[in-house]
């Protein structure tokens, strides 16, 4: 069955997905689509992205942390797909710098904040940013500490219901433009309600930030079958979207109703 999704998820041009990990063979979460919205869907091995302007990126390879006085043992995992991309920072808006097969060994370095995008070296000593449903490890992949990509620009958001609780797995889409492919970045609110969109730091200029979807993971469900929302929610996002420019300061601030 996990095959099929795969392929399936290949063939799609990607929308989003999301940063929960479990040990054993990592599964793509179900995700909701919003009424007013298309389907919000996970990352494909093999996505691609137009360029975010027409210059040329320019991205500094992230630092690999410095030991701390209770030092983190990296540890080895895999991708479980075939053709999953390795990038320069965590974010679809950023190039792909190696092509990795299925059941190629990581070595386990970081995360960054939000938890979507895991930091790993691959076996020929290069470091990036993998996506984390991709990754398998018996270990939590969600223990290991954040790493802070390097040379980036971020839009911050946060989605709460009307009394002050934070709301899991909301996906947004980050888009400039309108077309068939516009530049395009996706992102799912963590356990803190927060998201997290990495941007090239060479990015201008207008970019829309909407309400696409909510995950099975999220906590607005009434039970496992993400059917029935939590009495008294609606499954409605306030704003629907919002327009930011870049650089972008503060944190977006979104109501689950």
């Given amino acids: 069955m996990r095959k099929i999704l795969v392929v ?4 799609l041009i990607i929308l989003m997905t999301y940063g929960c990990s479990m040990p054993g063979r990592g599964t793509i979460p179900t995700l909701t689509p919003a009424k007013t919205s298309t389907s919000f869907q996970p990352s494909a091995p093999s996505e691609t ?10 991205v500094k390879p992230t630092e690999i942390p410095e030991p701390s006085a209770t030092p983190f043992v990296p540890f080895k995992a895999s991708v479980w797909a075939d ?7 965590p974010g679809y808006l950023f190039p792909a710098v190696r092509l990795l097969p299925k059941t190629t060994d990581l070595t386990i370095l970081g995360k960054a904040p939000g938890g979507e995008w895991i930091f790993a070296r691959t076996p020929d000593g290069t470091a990036g940013w ?4 991709l990754v ?40 400039q433009g ?11 609110t963590d356990l803190n309600g927060e ?6 730091s060479n990015a201008l200029g207008e970019w829309t930030v909407s309400y696409v979807a909510i995950a099975c993971k999220s906590n607005v469900w009434s039970d496992a079958s993400c ?8 499954g409605l996002v306030e704003p629907q979207s919002t327009v930011v420019s870049l650089p972008q300061t503060g944190v977006l601030e979104f109501i689950w109703k």
């Fill in 49 to 58: 992205q137009r360029p975010v302007t027409t210059e040329t990126l320019t």
């Fill in 130 to 133: 993998v996506f984390a449903q």
């Fill in 178 to 188: 309108t077309g068939d492919h516009p530049p395009t970045n996706t992102v799912l």
């Fill in 8 to 11: 399936l998820i290949t063939n």
């Fill in 136 to 175: 398998e490890s018996s270990n939590d992949l969600q223990a290991v500490p954040v790493v802070q990509p390097q040379d980036v620009q971020l839009i911050k958001g946060q989605v709460k219901d009307s009394s002050g609780t934070t709301i899991q797995g909301v996906g947004f889409s980050v888009v």
């Fill in 227 to 234: 059917g029935n929302y939590k009495y008294p929610y609606r």
């Fill in 83 to 89: 053709n999953v991309n390795v990038r320069t920072n």
């Fill in 195 to 200: 998201f997290f969109s990495f941007m090239p």
